[in-house]
C-alpha cells in the first residue's frame, strides 16, 4: 500500500476529526484485507447486525481519542 | 453526510457531556449503516439483548473519556 | 430524560469514584433501554452469565479511568 | 455495599498496583452479581475458557492503566 | 524470539506511526503464535470474516493512539 | 501468589516494554487460572482460533499502553 493517505491528524473541526477517526477504522481493516470488492460484500452484512454496527462505533470512537488528543 | 452536527466537545454540565457521548456513539453507527430505518429495525432488537446493550454503554464510555478530557 | 443525574465528576473518595462510574455505565445502557421492566429482566439473565459480568466490569472500568482522570 | 474496601490508588509497588487492578476488576463484577455462591459457581466455569479468560486480564489491564496513571 | 523488530515508537509521518502500530498488532499474535504457517491459514479465514476484521482494526486503533502519544 | 514478578514498569528499549506487556498481559490470566496443566491445554486451542489472538493481542495492546506511558 503504497500510497498516502494520512499526512496530519489536525483537523479544522471537531466533525472534521470525527471523520478522520472513520477514515481510520476502515484504513485498519483494509490493511487486513485490501480486496475492496470482499469488503464491500463484508459491508452489506455487517451493517445489518447491531453487534457488528456497534463493534465498528467503537473502533471509531477510539481512533477519535487518538484525534481529539492530538488537536 | 453534509449537515453540520459537531461543532465543540466542550459542554455546561458533566451530564451534557456525556449525552454528547451518546451522540457521537450513535454517530458512529450511522456512518456505516445510514439508512434510519434499518436503524431503527436494529434498535428494537438489540435494546433487549444484555450483551448489546453493555457493548453499547461500552462505546459511550469510551466517547465520555474523550468528551471529559476535552473540556 | 429531562431529569439531572450528573453534576460533577469530582467525588470525596476512590471508592465513590469507583461507584459514580459504575453509575455512568447503567445510565449508558438506560439512554439505549429505557424500560425500567425490560432492564430488571435482562439483569436477571446477565447476572449469571460469566462472559456478560465481565463485559459489564469492563465498562465499569473504562468510566472508572474517566472519574479518576477528573480528580 | 456499604463497606468501604476502596481507600487509595496509590501503590508501593508496581506489583501491589496490578494486584489492586484485580481487586477493582472482581469488584466491578460484585457490583452487579453480589451473591458469593452464583460468583463461585461461575469462576469455576470461565475459569476453564480462554476467550473468558482474555477478557478478564482484559478488564486488569484497563484498571491497570488507572492505577498506573494515578501513581 | 531474539530478533530486535522494535527500536523507536517515533515515526516520520503519521502514516508511518499507523503502520507501525499495524505491525504492533501483528506482534501481538505473534507472541502467542509464532508458527507462521498457521497465521497465514488463520489469516485467510478471518480476512472474510467482518466481526474479525473490525476486531483487527481496534486493536491498530489502541496500538495506534500508544505511538500517536510518543510522538 | 507470593512471588515477585513485577518491580518496574521501565524498560531499557520500547521492544522491552512490548515484552513486558506480554507478561502482564498472562500474568492477569493467571492470576484467575493459576493451574499451569490448565492454561497449557487452553493455550493451545486459542492459539489456533482468530478471534481468540486478536483478543490476546488487544489485551497486549492495552497493557503497551500502560508501559509506554511510564517510560
Redesign the interface.
Known sequence: MAD??????ITE???EG??LA?T??????K???PNTE?LHK??S??????????????????????V???Q
Request: proline share 2%; glycine share 2%.
Open positions: 498516502i493517505w494520512l499526512t496530519s491528524l473541526t471537531p466533525q470525527f471523520e472513520i481510520l477504522s476502515r484504513r485498519g481493516v490493511y487486513t484485507q470482499v463484508l459491508r452484512e455487517y451493517a445489518e447486525n447491531a453487534s457488528d454496527l456497534t463493534a465498528a462505533s467503537q473502533v471509531v470512537a477510539i481512533n477519535f481519542q487518538t481529539a488528543c492530538c
